[in-house]
């Protein structure tokens, strides 16, 4: 797991709660990204961030929202409008560089798995 | 549409035979491919990758996988299996041009008896 943290372990959202998840790293890595897994189907890619204020929409955006304020930091929102919250959910962050073609790998956090009370 | 498929999500082995677990893409151009473990409750740990070069990429744990550029594959195996390498492992493959976004597979789970 590295030098990337994600808090908290468990989380449990109540019915039209917003819930935040926290990821942390002190790899110096440029861009960070928050994936949500579930059994059977891989890693779906909901946002990513290369850079210090900005960040991308990935495949499964819709009902999740996020920040990049610090290098070190992009903390994930649930929102209440995503219906089917419960999931494990990944954080990785990577060395990015200037090149089109990033090599770079990726690599995860420990994960956070959202319960829905 | 660019993907990556894990044909088996089992895959059952005693120790100390040989592992193989299967991987195949599809992705335009030569793409960057990955392995992961993941065992359970945690994250996932890096194993192996190929850029370029040699098709066969040593990695973490005795792991090893073999690109095959006509059969669009990137199998994993291991020449030995440990009851420890039991764990979720997932393939992912990632095209050039495109920074950042990592396709995976479904996972294939390993199991290894003693």
């Known amino acids: 797991d590295g030098g990337i943290t994600q808090s908290p372990k468990y989380l449990f959202r109540k019915e039209g709660q917003n819930v935040t998840l926290s990821c942390e790293q002190n790899?110096?890595?440029?861009?960070m990204y928050w994936y949500r897994q579930d059994p059977g189907q891989g890693l779906r890619l909901i946002y990513y961030s290369q850079i210090v204020n900005d960040f991308q929409k990935g495949d499964i955006a819709e009902g999740y929202s996020v920040s990049r304020e610090k290098k070190e930091s992009f903390p994930l929102t649930v929102t209440s409008a995503q219906k089917n919250p419960t999931a494990f959910y990944l954080c990785?962050?990577?060395?990015?560089?200037?090149?089109?073609?990033?090599?770079?790998?990726?690599?995860f956090g420990p994960g956070t798995r959202l319960l829905v009370l | 549409a660019q993907s990556v498929a894990q044909p088996e999500d089992q895959v059952n082995v005693a120790e100390g035979n040989p592992l193989t677990v299967k991987c195949t893409y599809s992705v335009s151009g030569n793409p960057y491919l990955f392995w992961y473990v993941q065992y359970p409750n945690r994250g996932l740990q890096f194993l192996l990758k190929y850029i370029t070069g040699d098709n066969l990429v040593k990695g973490s744990y005795g792991f090893e996988a073999e690109f095959n550029k006509s059969q669009t594959s990137f199998h994993l195996k291991k020449p030995s299996a440990l009851v420890s390498d039991s764990a979720l492992y997932f393939c992912a493959v990632k095209s050039r041009g495109n920074t950042g976004k990592l396709i995976f597979g479904q996972g294939t789970t390993l199991q290894v008896k003693p």
């Open positions: 990785a962050s990577s060395i990015t560089t200037p090149r089109w073609d990033s090599q770079e790998t990726q690599y």
């Open positions: 790899l110096n890595h440029d861009a």
